[in-house]
């Protein structure tokens, strides 16, 4: 295989991940390296949208399409307007995101993008062999975001819920939203023994992304997602079908589980993104995660030449809170939307969002923590550490 193209890095999969990372080393002292990007899709459609928070201006700013300082939560018998500063709530269609690094991307002649599908990595004595339907490529390092095809055998008795949400990007014939409040979660829904909210993002006075997101073992069916939307519109808005046209859907699901992903995949394969455990157990919050991983492997690269041992994503004692928190969702222990009432509740928001990002210091964990009932909660610590 003596002709066979020969890269610094391949990027197996260019999502968020893969386009994230290419970003970063593109901002950094490896710029200049050899880098292949393989994706079976080309991406540019706007297949998701994508929610963070954070406190400064982060390295897409400048798409970001907009972002809230105030949002509601509505719980059990309990509804407030949050203040979520020093945090901004922000919003990325993935449309622009592909557009934005794809335009870095083609500034770099160092950079190949190949829409291919990968069949197999295999390591070899000093390089990887990335095979794929059209012709195999050579990579010193692999960053892999493909997702294992028998990933449900991995659990084992670890939790697995899917979050799996229906949103519409709704227009409507007059002006409507305050555009500077945003819902971030909205219990008042029916809850069907499943932890289910609706959350509401108006980027205009007439635009918003209303989606109805489901935390549980199995998807419904279309039809209900639908159904549930149409319900909801009118109940809780005040927007009758007449008053609104639905401009784009999107479906999505997510996995929460505390299962590990392995982080490597042998010596010069690394997984990121959601493969590599990059999705928050929790909650599936998955985007930020992927910048500061995508930062810490560049600096790993550039210092030490190997991107390897590297740090699980997220701390031991986060990794067993989010696993508690599946367990008592999972188990049926406690209902979820009785536990973000609490959570919300009983603590300042910064608060809430800082622990949800793992920087919170234990004095303000234990807050958290003392905000939930005991008795499920000691259960499902049981079973996170039993099982
Ligand atoms: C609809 C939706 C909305 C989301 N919203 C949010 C949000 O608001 N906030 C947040 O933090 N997270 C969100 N997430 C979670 C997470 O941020 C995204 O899933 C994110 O795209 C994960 O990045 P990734 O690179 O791991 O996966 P992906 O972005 O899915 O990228 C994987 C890539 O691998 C490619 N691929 C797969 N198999 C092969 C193969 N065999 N050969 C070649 N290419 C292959 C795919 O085409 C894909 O482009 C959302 C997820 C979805 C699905």
């Not at 949208?49 to 970001?64: A, R």
């Not at 997101?213 to 809780?236: A, V």
């Not at 234990?366 to 079973?383: D, E, H």
Request: charged fraction near 25%; hydrophobic fraction near 35%.
């Amino acid at each position: 295989m003596e002709n066979t193209p020969t890269y610094d890095v391949i990027l197996a999969g260019g999502g968020g991940a893969g386009l994230s990372l290419a970003y970063h080393l593109l901002n950094s002292d490896w710029k200049d390296r050899s880098i292949l990007i393989i994706d079976q899709e080309q991406k540019e459609k706007n297949d998701r949208t994508w929610c963070f928070w954070e406190t400064k201006p982060g390295p897409f700013e400048s798409i970001v399409h907009q972002q809230w300082q105030r949002m509601y939560f509505h719980g059990t018998g309990f509804s407030q307007l949050m203040d979520l500063q020093p945090y901004s709530y922000k919003m990325i269609r993935s449309q622009d995101f592909y557009r934005y690094v794809n335009q870095a991307i083609r500034a770099h002649e160092n950079v190949t993008v190949v829409q291919a599908q990968i069949q197999e990595l295999r390591e070899r004595a000093d390089n990887i062999e990335v095979v794929t339907d059209q012709q195999n490529y050579h990579g010193q390092w692999v960053f892999s975001s493909l997702r294992d095809s028998d990933e449900t055998d991995q659990v084992k008795d670890k939790q697995y819920l899917l979050q799996h949400f229906k949103g519409w990007e709704i227009r409507t014939k007059q002006p409507f939203f305050n555009p500077q409040q945003a819902t971030l979660m909205d219990f008042r829904i029916a809850q069907h023994g499943d932890c289910r909210f609706m959350y509401v993002l108006p980027t205009d006075e007439q635009t918003a992304l209303v989606e109805y997101t489901i935390f549980s073992g199995e998807l419904l069916d279309q039809d209900t997602y639908t159904q549930e939307l149409n319900r909801y519109l009118p109940k809780y808005l005040g927007l009758k079908r007449a008053d609104y046209e639905v401009l784009h859907e999107e479906f999505g699901v997510i996995p929460m589980t505390d299962m590990e992903y392995p982080r490597q995949q042998g010596e010069r394969i690394i997984r990121i993104g959601t493969a590599g455990g990059a999705t928050k157990a929790s909650t599936g919050y998955t985007f930020q995660r992927i910048q500061r991983d995508s930062a810490e492997l560049v600096q790993q690269l550039i210092t030490t030449g190997r991107p390897e041992r590297l740090p699980l994503n997220g701390r031991k004692r986060f990794h067993l809170f989010d696993s508690v928190l599946l367990n008592v969702m999972g188990r049926g222990l406690y209902p979820g939307r009785e536990s973000f009432t609490h959570i919300f509740r009983k603590n300042p928001t910064a608060r809430v969002l800082r622990f949800l990002d793992e920087d919170t210091h234990l004095g303000e964990d234990l807050a958290i923590m003392n905000s939930v009932p005991k008795l499920p909660f000691i259960k499902g610590t049981w079973y996170a550490l039993t099982t």
